[in-house]
């Protein structure tokens, strides 16, 4: 079983939906939650991290975690075309080593 | 602020040959970190240094895979001799702080391994 899991999709949403992914991990010791954006072609980039469980707010963006069940969701309202992109969850005790989910892949058509 | 660098961005080798990747990580950023992410996997992390000490090699394999980060700055990984399983984009990430949340990442090479 992998630390980290997560439907890579892909995922196909219509301009404007609101869109949820998720990752469910197995480590009891996780405690920092992040989400990456990976367009093609391009490295990760950090969208937001959380600690412990609760809800984190970023504009359009909102993470969640729920520790007791080990999920995270990332929640995007009204998505654009530009959202169009891979979404990495990533774990880490607090520690040194970044744990990543496979990704999931979505696309916001117009 | 730039970001991380990274050189070549694409690179084709045979089997049994070697290739080495290069990084420069943000300005002051004191820790440095190598990931291979494998086609529809997320990014594995090889070796992280803390200026220029190893922190953490414990999925690096050793056997083909070094890496060296000289004066605490630019950092080099080499392959020899390199597999088709090699065959991957390898990241270099780099953060201000020991810890893992805010890692930064450059744009990668793309490796492929005939």
């Known amino acids: 079983q992998k630390e980290v899991e997560q439907d890579p999709g892909p995922l196909s949403v219509p301009e404007g939906a609101i869109v949820s992914l998720n990752c469910t991990y197995s480590n009891s010791a996780f405690q920092y939650f992040m989400w990456y954006r990976q367009y093609s072609r391009k490295g990760p980039e950090l969208l937001m991290y959380t600690y412990s469980s609760g809800n984190k707010e970023d504009g359009r963006f909102t993470a969640q975690v729920d520790k007791s069940s080990k999920y995270i969701s990332l929640f995007i309202r009204d998505s654009q075309p530009s959202d169009s992109a891979t979404y990495l969850c990533a774990t880490t005790g607090g520690g040194n080593k970044l744990t990543f989910g496979t990704g999931t892949q979505l696309k916001v058509e117009l | 602020e730039a970001g991380v660098a990274q050189s070549p961005r694409y690179k084709i080798i045979e089997k049994r040959q070697s290739v080495a990747f290069w990084c420069n990580p943000i300005?002051?950023?004191?820790?440095l970190y190598w990931y291979q992410q494998i086609l529809g996997q997320g990014p594995k992390l090889l070796i992280q240094f803390q200026n220029n000490g190893v922190v953490d090699d414990s999925q690096l394999p050793k056997d083909r895979f070094s890496a060296e980060r000289l004066k605490g700055v630019d950092s080099t990984l080499k392959i020899q001799p390199a597999k088709l399983e090699d065959s991957a984009v390898y990241l270099c990430?780099?953060?201000?702080?020991?810890?893992?949340?805010?890692?930064?990442f450059g744009p990668g090479t793309r490796l492929t391994v005939t």
């Open positions: 990430a780099s953060s201000r702080l020991k810890g893992a949340r805010e890692q930064y």
């Open positions: 300005s002051g950023h004191a820790t």
